[in-house]
């Protein structure tokens, strides 16, 4: 079975500093996809980023961008200029392209200090 | 308008009731999914449905039941409550898209039950 791990528990980061948090992740399968997801105190489960394994290049979507290593299982979340909204819990998680089963890690939690 | 909704949005019950969370979506999505979160594990699957007359058990899906009574809606039965489900359940949906290679789950805003 797939596993995701988040081994950063909490980190904090000055306003409009730049953050990366880390995922590695174990699997056999060579075709799935990584994904971001935000929860602020909402609890709203928010998509972040996604990147498709198959692709060598790194998602970037605005202010978040991934560092995907694929040979090392790894997919780390860089969050720059960071700003108050971004506060939030981070999950990252693995989906196996042929069933759809999901895994996410235990979550990051963030904190953006003025 | 949300595009995925579940109802309740909180309930708190006794042990041994049956309760049942329900999730409806205006996306379209054929794919729908319920998760439980407890503190410290992330989110752990419980079923999945790729539509409606395919349901599909995931990682945790002991005590737990589902109906997939439309494509727009997706329920999740606890036939006899137990304290340790009490947890933060989402439902999420996802429409695989063959031309990007991409299947992203979009989640409803959960529902925190709490089994007293």
């Known amino acids: 079975a797939q596993t995701v791990t988040q081994s950063q528990p909490e980190m904090s980061v000055q306003e409009a500093e730049t953050v990366t948090l880390s995922c590695t992740y174990d699997?056999?399968?060579?075709?799935?996809?990584l994904f971001w997801y935000k929860q602020p105190p909402s609890r709203q489960m928010i998509l972040v980023i996604r990147q498709e394994a198959y692709k060598q290049q790194n998602a970037t979507e605005n202010r978040f961008s991934v560092n995907f290593q694929k040979a090392a299982k790894s997919f780390s979340l860089k969050i720059s200029d960071s700003q108050l909204g971004d506060t939030a819990m981070y999950f990252c998680?693995?989906?196996?392209?042929?069933?759809?089963?999901?895994?996410f890690g235990a979550g990051t939690r963030l904190t953006v200090k003025p | 308008d949300a595009d995925v909704t579940q109802t309740p949005r909180n309930r708190i019950t006794k042990t041994g009731k049956r309760i049942m969370l329900e999730c409806s979506q205006t996306?379209?999505?054929?794919?729908m999914y319920w998760y439980r979160q407890d503190p410290g594990l992330g989110l752990r699957l419980i079923y999945y449905?790729?539509?409606?007359?395919?349901?599909n058990k995931g990682e945790i899906s002991d005590g737990y039941s589902v109906s997939r009574q439309a494509q727009a809606k997706f329920s999740l039965s606890l036939e006899s409550a137990i304290p340790n489900q009490t947890a933060l359940y989402f439902c999420a949906t996802s429409d695989p898209d063959p031309r990007r290679g991409t299947d992203t789950q979009y989640f409803g805003p959960g529902t925190r039950l709490t089994v007293l």
């Open positions: 998680a693995f989906m196996n392209y042929n069933n759809n089963d999901m895994r």
């Open positions: 449905s790729f539509d409606v007359k395919d349901i």
């Open positions: 699997t056999s399968e060579n075709n799935y996809y």
């Open positions: 996306k379209g999505h054929d794919r």
